[in-house]
Every structure is written in structure tokens, then in C-alpha cells.
């Protein structure tokens, strides 16, 4: 941090106004000619707070995707499908049993293991033939998105959350003043989306203790690092990779159970998630879990405001942002070269 | 110069074919098989030459059939310009070469497997930009009502014109790939593919070849997508959307990326399967709609058993007929 601030100054002031600004922006009451510049306060809090929680989702899927290409340099383009795996798990499983809560650790256990298939049966049969590898997942994506069609139809499904989670919940933040008795009007948010949110964030940290702070993610950096010379010391690198790729696809069956309770789970979302990522994790860096966070967060606000404030040209938003990032710094914010 | 005989019947057989073959054999069959061999063709010489698999072809060819539909003529006359053809067509190739251009540059920044994950998402973004975007790209409903231009007083949506018109471009695009990938060109480009380093300390400009070569292979994508449009007579989001992108690259596989032929044997293979798999798959007591399950598993038994796709299979079969049958070793066949 300190190394940073020397380095790049002006970076640091540049990003310490932006951060400025944006906290004036949630905790002022907006003058009025604010509000006549970007809108309601309204719209713009719940632009942002959407944003960061879809990022919170597209964080789920896309560290997965990027802990695996870290590790095994496995490009999984049906990740995206584990994903919908995951959703469409959850979502029977929530409505066999009427228990929201049982669907995530079904929907991680039952993904994980197919992560272990895929792993042993595919991956490691065709190692360091990338072309090879991502054919083969781009096969296995179609395959799953039709088979998945077949069995659930075409339709647009939802999971239930349970009732102590839906319905708004009044935060401490002011969206404007009372004409009437000056009043302040509080935010109203989805409790649920606050709740993801918040637990997206303690896997998020729980991952990067984890990596940083365990012997198993001593063993997962070094293999990023050299996995020849970890393998060399005698780790069984072949359990590494299962017990990654199971992690990694059982966080996107997660995320998919997440999506699936805020979004819709509809077929096509597979490949919505496969670009998020790939969006992601370009934008982050390869193989970095806290360049996933960022870019995930960065992607996910850039959506939600593009579709507020330009509704047309909103994609274009999020791949100007992946453009600036490749022509700058192609190997992502946060990636190393 | 000795021309291989195969070429002779192929070209005689296409030649004669409207004599004997039915209107919808001509134009759904062969005059797809060509569009998506040419569409194929532009990804296979960026695969087979270069070692990039972009699956951003099919999106030159959308960025070029929607130039010919919003300069040229359309039934959305809000939008479209109505300029003649000599204008539009020749504008419509420029602005994909542009963006192929682009594209190129932007997927060359990294190195690698990286090119098919941001072509991917290039691909993907310019799907929904298509799809959301009315000003210029008229949204989900695109541009219908594109017609060729009456050249030669003759109707070129006409199944035996029309065949013609496709023969002939996919087979100048066929045989221009050939060329090409002799000319000096050619030759640094597959010096690039297949070492870098050596080609860089050789003094040749690596990442000028690489665009070049997105830009070169913008020409086949974009002929085929104006083509493509004119065939349907429309053009929509759908058209270069994600599927089709990966359809894209499933012909180019199963034909084989080792040769151009490769990507016409594989568009004809993808076209003959999805007109005529419907009733196989209804034979076999499933639903048509699962049709993307057998080209998936069909796909997937293609990259796992013969990853140089069927001229791979090709190529294994004339080895192991050359091979002497007592010493199992390469020798002359009697």
C-alpha cells in the first residue's frame, strides 16, 4: 500500500477523490442541483447497491473460474453451465424439501463432485492442451445447456426465499427530505440482496485467509507459482487440482443458487455467466482472487448504471471498461505479468 | 504443375450440380454450406495459420451484414441509407475489416488461450449491443427486407443465381486462403504460429502479422455475412449471437483446421446435419428441439477422438493405407 502511494501518486490522489466524491455522494443530502444533473438520489443508491451486489454475485462465480485458471491454467467455458447446475440444483432441492438454507450446501456438494468429474475425466486427460481443453468444455457447456433444457423447460424460474429474509429493510441512509414536514426519508433495500451481499463478502474473505493464512493455500499459491517444482517436493499436486476444481465449481453451484433467489433461472443464463466471468477476470487479472472481487464489483456497477443512465448503450459501458483495461494493462488491474 | 484430380470432380460437380439438384438443395443446402464454410474458412486461417482461435468471426460477418442493411436498402427505411450498392457493399467490407482490425489488436494484447475468452466476450458484447441498441442496429427486430442489388438484370435471390454467387466467393476465398498462406506473407504468419520468439529475433513485426491477419481474414467473414443476410433477406441480433459464434467454431473443428477445405467439409456436415438430423433424432423418439444435444455430443466426440476433425480422419486413413501391411511401417503401397 505504502509501496503504491510512492509510486503513483497521482493514481492515489485520483482514486482518493473518486472515493471522496462517491462517499459524498451516499451520505449528502443532494442539493438540488445535483438532482437536477444525475437524477433522483433514489435511483442513483439503488443503481449502486444493485451494482454491488450483482458484483457480489458475478464475484462468486468468477473467483472459481479464476482460482482454477490460476492454478491448473484450465480454461472451464462450462463454468458458466456449472453455474446453471447449480441454480437449477438449488431450486429443486429448495422445492423438495421448503428449506432455502439446505439448497446451498446441496447445490455445492452436487456441483463440486461434477468439478471432480470434469477434472479427472477431462481436464486431466488432455493437460496443457489448451485449444484442446476449451473445445472440449465449449462441448460439454452445449451438451449440459440442452440436457438442462430438457429436464427443467424453457421457462423462467425462481427460488423462494424464505419469508424472515424478503421484504425491504430501512437503512440509515437519506434519499431526500420531506417537502411537507422535513421529514428525512430513509432508503428502503431488499433484505435478502444485503444478506448475499454480506455473504459474499465473508466467502470472499474466508477464502482469501485461506489462501494466505493455511497450509492448503500455501499449497495452492505455490502450485500458481511452479507447479513442477511444487510437485517435485512431493505434494500430491493431483489432489490439489481435484480439491480446487471441486471448490471452484462448487462456489459457482453457490453462486447459481444465489442468482437463482435474486434473479431469474432461465436457459441462456449459463452463458451470460460464462461472459460475466470471463469479463471479470479479464478486467481483475488472471488468477487473482482480489482482482476477481474488484473487477467483479466494477463490472457489476458499470452494468446497473449503464441500464439507468444510458439504457441503449449500456453493454458498451462494460466493454469500454474491459477495452481501456486490455489496452493499458492487458494483464488485468490486479494481475500480475 | 500436376492439380490434384479431386479438384477437377469437385469443380465439375458444383459446376453441373443446378442441372439435377432441386431449388431448395441449391439454396438452403449448398448455398449455407458455403456462407458458413466462408464465415469458417476466415476463422480457420486465423486457427490453422496463425494459431488464433477468434470466435469473433461471426461477428464480422453480422457487423457486415448489418452495414449493408443500414447503408443500402432495407424495410426499415428510418434507418436505412439507400445508397446504392457500390457504395454500401465496398463500405460495409471496410467497416468490418476495421473492426476485425480492432478486435485483432485488442486479443493480441495477451498472449495465448486468452484470444478465444476476449474474442468470446467480444463477440458477446457486440451480441447484446446489437440487441439493445435501436438508433442504429433497430434492437431485437434488426433490419428485414435486405436484397441483393438486381446487378446484370439478374435476381440474385434466384436459387440457381444465388448458388452460383456463393460458389463463386466461397470459391475465390477457397483458393485466395491457398494463396495466401504460400505468399511471404503467409509463410512469417506460420513461422509466427509456431515460434514467436524466433520469428521476433528474425526481425519480423509479430503482433503487425497477427492483425494483419484478423484484418485479411476479415474479408471471407464479411462476403459470407452479406451473403447471409441476403439469403434470409434479413438480419438480426440472433444472426451473430453467441450460438452461431460457436457454431462458428464447431464446423471449423470437425472439419479440420489443418486446411481450408476442412472449413467447407465441416459447414457442409453442420448444414446437412441440422436440416436432415430433425428426423433422425424424431425417429429415435426424442423431440427435433434436441438438436444441440447431438451436435454437442458429435462436437465433443470429434475434439476428444480426432482433434484435426475430419481431414484428420482423412489423414489417418491414408497413413495406415500407406503403411506396408507385413512390416506395419511407412512404405510404398504396392
Do not use: C
Not at chain 2, 486465423?46 to 449493408?68: H, N, P, R
Amino acid at each position: 500500500m505504502r509501496r503504491f502511494a510512492e509510486n503513483h501518486p497521482w493514481w492515489l490522489a485520483a482514486i482518493a477523490t473518486a472515493a471522496a466524491i462517491l462517499l459524498y455522494l451516499i451520505f449528502a443530502i443532494w442539493p438540488d442541483w445535483l438532482v437536477q444533473m444525475l437524477g433522483k438520489k433514489k435511483v442513483f443508491l439503488n443503481a449502486l447497491f444493485n451494482g454491488i451486489t450483482l458484483g457480489a454475485l458475478y464475484f462468486l462465480v468468477a473467483s472459481g473460474f479464476t482460482l482454477i485458471f490460476g492454478l491448473m491454467r484450465n480454461v472451464n467455458l462450462a463454468h458458466g453451465s456449472l453455474y446453471l447446475l447449480g441454480a437449477y440444483i438449488g431450486y429443486s432441492v429448495a422445492g423438495w424439501t421448503g428449506y432455502w438454507l439446505l439448497a446451498f450446501p446441496a447445490a455445492f456438494l452436487i456441483v463440486g463432485l461434477f468439478g471432480i468429474v470434469l477434472q479427472v475425466f477431462v481436464f486431466r486427460r488432455m493437460e496443457r492442451q489448451d485449444l484442446r481443453q476449451t473445445l472440449v468444455t465449449i462441448g460439454i457447456s452445449i451438451v449440459l445447456a440442452d440436457i438442462m433444457l430438457w429436464v427443467f423447460g424453457g421457462d423462467f424460474l425462481n427460488i423462494i426465499p424464505p419469508t424472515w429474509l424478503s421484504g425491504p429493510m430501512e437503512t440509515i441512509l437519506v434519499t431526500g427530505v420531506k417537502r411537507s414536514s422535513g421529514d428525512l426519508i430513509y432508503l428502503k433495500y431488499p433484505l435478502i440482496r444485503i444478506v448475499i451481499f454480506l455473504a459474499s463478502v465473508a466467502i470472499g474473505v474466508a477464502m482469501w485467509t485461506l489462501l494466505n493464512r493455511t497450509r492448503i493455500g500455501m499449497l495452492i499459491r505455490a502450485g500458481v507459482d511452479d507447479r513442477e517444482m511444487l510437485s517435485a517436493t512431493g505434494v500430491r499436486i493431483q489432489l490439489v487440482f481435484a480439491g480446487v476444481f471441486a471448490f471452484g465449481a462448487g462456489l459457482a453451484g453457490i453462486a447459481g443458487v444465489v442468482g437463482g433467489t435474486f434473479q431469474s433461472i432461465a436457459p441462456g443464463e449459463d452463458v451470460r455467466f460464462l461472459l460475466a466471468s470471463l469479463v471479470v477476470v479479464i478486467v481483475g487479472g488472471m488468477g487473482s482472487i482480489t482482482g476477481a472481487a474488484l473487477g467483479a464489483v466494477l463490472i457489476g456497477i458499470s452494468e446497473q448504471f449503464g441500464s439507468v443512465y444510458f439504457p441503449t448503450y449500456s453493454v458498451v459501458v462494460t466493454f469500454m471498461i474491459m477495452v481501456l483495461v486490455l489496452a493499458f494493462r492487458p494483464q488485468g488491474l490486479l494481475g500480475r505479468s | 504443375m500436376r492439380v490434384n484430380p479431386a479438384y477437377w470432380v469437385a469443380g465439375a460437380v458444383l459446376l453441373i450440380l443446378p442441372a439435377f439438384a432441386s431449388d431448395f438443395v441449391l439454396y438452403q443446402l449448398f448455398g449455407w454450406t458455403f456462407i458458413l464454410g466462408m464465415i469458417a474458412l476466415s476463422l480457420m486461417f486465423l486457427a490453422g495459420y496463425g494459431g488464433m482461435v477468434s470466435l469473433a468471426q461471426m461477428t464480422v460477418a453480422g457487423v457486415a451484414g448489418y452495414m449493408v442493411a443500414i447503408f443500402g436498402e432495407s424495410a426499415i427505411t428510418d434507418i436505412s441509407q439507400g445508397w446504392p450498392w457500390y457504395v454500401s457493399i465496398p463500405l460495409a467490407l471496410l467497416i468490418a475489416a476495421l473492426f476485425a482490425t480492432a478486435t485483432g489488436w485488442l486479443a493480441d494484447r495477451t498472449e495465448g488461450i486468452y484470444t478465444i475468452m476476449i474474442t468470446l466476450a467480444i463477440a458477446a458484447a457486440f451480441f447484446y449491443f446489437f440487441n439493445q441498441n435501436y438508433v442504429i442496429f433497430n434492437g431485437f427486430s434488426g433490419f428485414n427486407g435486405v436484397l441483393p442489388p438486381e446487378l446484370f438484370g439478374v435476381n440474385w435471390r434466384d436459387p440457381i443465381a444465388f448458388y452460383y454467387l456463393t460458389l463463386f466467393w466461397a470459391a475465390a476465398w477457397y483458393f485466395g486462403a491457398i494463396y495466401v498462406s504460400r505468399s511471404p506473407f503467409g509463410l512469417a504468419l506460420q513461422g509466427i504460429r509456431d515460434n514467436p520468439r524466433r520469428m521476433a529475433a528474425l526481425g519480423y513485426h509479430v503482433t503487425a502479422h497477427k492483425v494483419a491477419a484478423y484484418a485479411v481474414a476479415a474479408f471471407p467473414a464479411a462476403v459470407g455475412g452479406i451473403l447471409l443476410t441476403w439469403q434470409s433477406a434479413q438480419i438480426s441480433p440472433g444472426t451473430a449471437g453467441i450460438g452461431p459464434a460457436i457454431d462458428i467454431l464447431i464446423v471449423a473443428v470437425i472439419g479440420g483446421i489443418g486446411h481450408p477445405v476442412g472449413a467447407f467439409i465441416g459447414a457442409f456436415i453442420y448444414v446437412i446435419l441440422k436440416t436432415f438430423a430433425i428426423d433422425l433424432i424424431v425417429f429415435v423418439g426424442l423431440g427435433s428441439e434436441r438438436f444441440r444435444l447431438l451436435i454437442g455430443l458429435g462436437f465433443l466426440a470429434v475434439v476428444f477422438w480426432s482433434p484435426d476433425g475430419v481431414l484428420g480422419l482423412w489423414e489417418k486413413l491414408k497413413r495406415s493405407r500407406g503403411l506396408n501391411p507385413l512390416l506395419r511401417k511407412a512404405g510404398r503401397r504396392p
